[in-house]
């Protein structure tokens, strides 16, 4: 780890929150250890249902933490924190077009917008390590690596589009850590979705993510892939609902929560 | 185990669903081993996000395992089922009131109610069974248990209501590996809410249950308490939407799949 990571792994999640919340932007893999970090999609509220229902049919990519009500900007996650600034990076889509990708969205919230919050692989991250997983990507300063896979979501109404990952390289004596601590917690993506040949995904190049950064691997990682909570992203691109806001790849909302609430035993 | 419940313990999900869709009726503990049951509730359109919302807030009670598109009898879970007629018994509630308890609901159904399907703790049961905790009520050939209690689930919009819980006694040296194995199966209620003193839910008398059957303890039990998909159902009685149609309470649809899908690792 650099000097900055062990620095900000020790942030609370409420400084975290206030140091976006002052306009500052960082991915946030590794920040505010041991708390629960979510992505965020925002949806009008004529949208909500097919949004939850998605979710409900894709539970591996798309664990909901909280769903807020219409027009609120405050989740039982993390009381006091405001979903419009807090976040490091947004993405405003229109008709599933990436409009605008501000530091805060004061200027694009809508009284309608039901926010869903879902759970993210970062969340795993401490448990993988605990358990002697090397993280390669936190070790090399990198965002994680996203792909966009040829595997359908199940569909919800007028919500469809393809399963998002993200990949760890694994040295082939942790994956048996890996695969049980994340499947352990359920909540946060569970279990890989799959490990192996990116091919078998529908993934031409791992070192051309089509989200974060390309990550160095040891010759002998397996390359480990869990669903994402980019996932609803993908959705909205595919599905072109009027309007929608999430947040930037890898730029996740850190809750108060705690990861070890997460896990089921 | 009576000779009865040995036949019926092995019988398929779908031989069990034909007995039903015949006329017959009976609790379903202990019927099909292996393969998972669901709490129905079928809801009108437009209460179906805050069922969903409901659920995904209240995920210890109300898991979901399906949603129907509206006026769909069928489910992934057990394809060729007819979610009308293949649970042995019903209820149809009226603004709140109970107005029917039929075994099956082709003169009730309309096309606009959604179903959800909800997953139940005796999916837990054999995996209990198999790490050594005896089972009370199938012992003595009886539903579980279930009470209504005092805490409140978190609302959805109109729809409120308490949790309600089922009961199954255990020896002291049991209770670690019941809570171990329900934890791993967090999909049909996961882990106990509490175990010990009825009275902190506000449980007045073990031996008069709200639903099921009172169930013989040993001196030295433990009464542990696992959030129950009756939920739902109390939640029709307090909060009163014009018409639902649920399934009685340990009266439950058989689905295709298996137990074993629904734990972690």
Redesign the interface.
């Given at each position: 780890m650099t000097r900055t990571q062990e620095r900000t792994a020790t942030w609370s999640p409420r400084r975290a929150r206030a140091h976006f919340r002052a306009g500052a932007s960082a991915p946030t893999a590794g920040w505010s250890r041991g708390h629960t970090q979510a992505n965020l999609i925002a949806v009008p509220a004529d949208w909500?249902?097919e949004t939850?229902?998605f979710c409900?049919?894709n539970p591996k990519p798309c664990p909901?933490l909280d769903?807020t009500d219409a027009g609120s900007w405050t989740t039982v996650l993390a009381p006091g924190a405001d979903l419009r600034t807090d976040l490091p990076r947004y993405r405003v889509w229109e008709h599933g077009e990436l409009t605008d990708e501000p530091t805060d969205v004061l200027g694009h919230w809508r009284g309608d917008l039901v926010s869903f919050l879902i759970g993210c692989s970062f969340t795993f991250e401490w448990a993988l390590a605990g358990a002697g997983v090397p993280l390669r990507h936190i070790d090399q300063n990198k965002n994680v690596p996203m792909y966009v896979t040829t595997r359908a979501c199940r569909p919800a109404g007028r919500l469809h589009g393809p399963l998002v990952v993200s990949m760890r390289p694994v040295p082939p004596d942790a994956v048996g850590a890996a695969i049980?601590e994340s499947?352990?917690m359920?909540?946060v993506h569970?279990?890989p979705v799959y490990l192996g040949d990116p091919g078998a995904l529908g993934i031409a190049d791992l070192d051309s993510p089509d989200f974060g950064d390309r990550v160095d691997r040891a010759p002998d990682d397996i390359p480990v892939f869990w669903a994402c909570g980019v996932t609803p992203q993908a959705a909205v691109m595919a599905s072109r609902p009027p309007f929608a806001i999430t947040h930037a790849p890898g730029h996740m909302f850190i809750t108060d929560t705690r990861d070890a609430q997460h896990r089921?035993?």
């Open positions: 909500a249902y939850l229902l409900q049919r909901v769903v049980r499947a352990l359920p909540a569970g279990s089921v035993t």
